[in-house]
């Protein structure tokens, strides 16, 4: 069973950075995605950012782009998300995600296609 971990978040003012990181163990030879999503109070799980583990190949959802970059060190089986030019209306809870499988374009968007998921790390953004 893979077991992920999230480290990095925490309380930052407006147009800072924070980088955010998760670890993956378990057989995570299996892994073909990884991906970031957040939940703010009151509101459904987002899609913010996923990787293509083997190729590397990022996407992010509009909402970030050019703020945040998704990135990964196959290495050390961690995946992580560069926040910049963070807004007050970034905060929430950030989870990192894998899927064990091969995930169209579609799919990479939902929470559901994703196998396990890490506890979740708290980033709040002060105006």
């Known amino acids: 069973q893979v077991q992920l971990v999230e480290s990095g978040g925490g309380l930052v003012q407006a147009g800072g950075s924070l980088r955010l990181s998760c670890a993956a163990s378990?057989?995570?030879?299996?892994?073909?995605?990884m991906g970031w999503f957040r939940q703010a109070p009151g509101k459904e799980r987002e899609f913010v950012a996923a990787?293509?583990?083997?190729?590397?190949?990022?996407y992010s959802a509009d909402s970030v782009k050019g703020r945040f970059t998704i990135s990964r060190d196959s290495a050390k089986s961690t995946v992580y998300l560069q926040m910049s030019s963070l807004k007050p209306e970034d905060t929430a809870v950030y989870y990192c995600?894998?899927?064990?499988?091969?995930?169209?374009?579609?799919?990479?968007?939902?929470?559901?296609?994703?196998?396990?998921w890490g506890q979740g790390t708290q980033v709040t953004v002060s105006s």
């Open positions: 378990g057989p995570t030879f299996s892994t073909y995605v």
């Open positions: 990787i293509r583990w083997q190729s590397g190949y990022g």
């Open positions: 995600a894998t899927a064990l499988r091969y995930l169209t374009n579609p799919q990479l968007f939902m929470s559901s296609s994703y196998d396990y």
